[in-house]
């Protein structure tokens, strides 16, 4: 199997988190995609046109769609389940994951917000989607850390969606209410996972940065030449972008984006 997916993606990050959960690495073979350059036509032939990563080459055909290819891996290798096999618990923990993009889309939306009078706003709206989540878990979980006995589905799907909004800390001073307990102490537990560190703070903050100008999918900042999702410089060889998303912004060179000429 072939695994095509974009670096700091957390849509890629689910896939990975499963396979590790259940110890697929080794059959797997990992391809990161570019993201600020055309898609490769070799790449376009196996899905059928869609631009869309993560893609997934299995014997019988290639895969997209996240969620779908997370239930492909879960059925295909059962011995290691991840998912509740209890139709309801499983409902619920899909449920969850559900509610969850709606966090997503909310700390998205604040990152690349580039007006100031909007900030309190949407600030307000990234909690609200957060109280929703507090308020699912009290509800739903018997359980004091984690939606069930350990993590699962939920936390798979959902893990990378709040590794994602670290953003929001660093570039707009975003903290969750702490009157949100359950949720806290669930967010806390499911970035401390073991599975969970496939991807670092410092890694998804750098591949960020053009977001946080209101710029994303790869696209260039005005006045830059290279995207923050570059590969080439490698992410590690790049200082931490400026924390000050309102200041000026920073230039290709600040970003250590230029490498060695």
């Not at 259940?22 to 600020?36: A, C, F, N, P, Y």
């Not at 350059?37 to 997209?64: H, I, N, Q």
């Not at 709040?162 to 949720?183: G, S």
């Not at 900042?221 to 998303?245: N, Q």
Request: proline fraction near 6%; aromatic fraction near 10%.
């Amino acid at each position: 199997m072939n695994l095509y997916h974009i670096p700091g993606c957390p849509f890629s990050e689910r896939v990975e988190i499963l396979m590790g959960l259940k110890g697929l690495e080794g059959l797997v073979e990992d391809h990161e995609i570019d993201i600020s350059k055309p898609r490769p036509e070799w790449l376009l032939a196996k899905t059928g046109g869609a631009t869309a990563l993560p893609a997934l080459e299995v014997p019988e055909g290639t895969l997209r769609e996240s969620m779908v290819i997370l239930r492909y891996l879960e059925d295909r290798f059962p011995e290691r389940p991840v998912a509740q096999r209890n139709p309801y618990k499983h409902a619920v923990e899909s449920w969850l994951v559900v509610i969850g993009a709606n966090l997503s889309s909310a700390g998205y939306k604040m990152l690349m917000n580039r007006d100031l009078a909007q900030r309190v706003s949407l600030s307000a709206a990234v909690d609200e989607q957060y109280g929703q989540i507090d308020a699912f878990l009290t509800r739903h979980s018997t359980e004091e850390v984690f939606l069930f006995e350990q993590f699962g589905w939920a936390e798979t799907a959902l893990t990378p969606l709040l590794k994602r909004l670290w953003f929001l800390e660093y570039y707009e001073d975003y903290v969750i209410p702490e009157r949100l307990v359950r949720v806290r102490k669930w967010r806390e537990a499911c970035l401390k996972h073991p599975a969970a560190q496939t991807r670092s703070f410092d890694e998804i903050i750098k591949y960020y940065y053009d977001y946080s100008r209101g710029v994303g999918g790869g696209r260039l900042v005005e006045d830059r030449h290279v995207s923050s999702f570059a590969l080439e410089p490698h992410w590690t060889t790049r200082p931490m972008p400026p924390r000050g998303k309102w200041a000026r912004a920073a230039t290709d060179e600040e970003l250590g984006l230029l490498g060695q000429r």
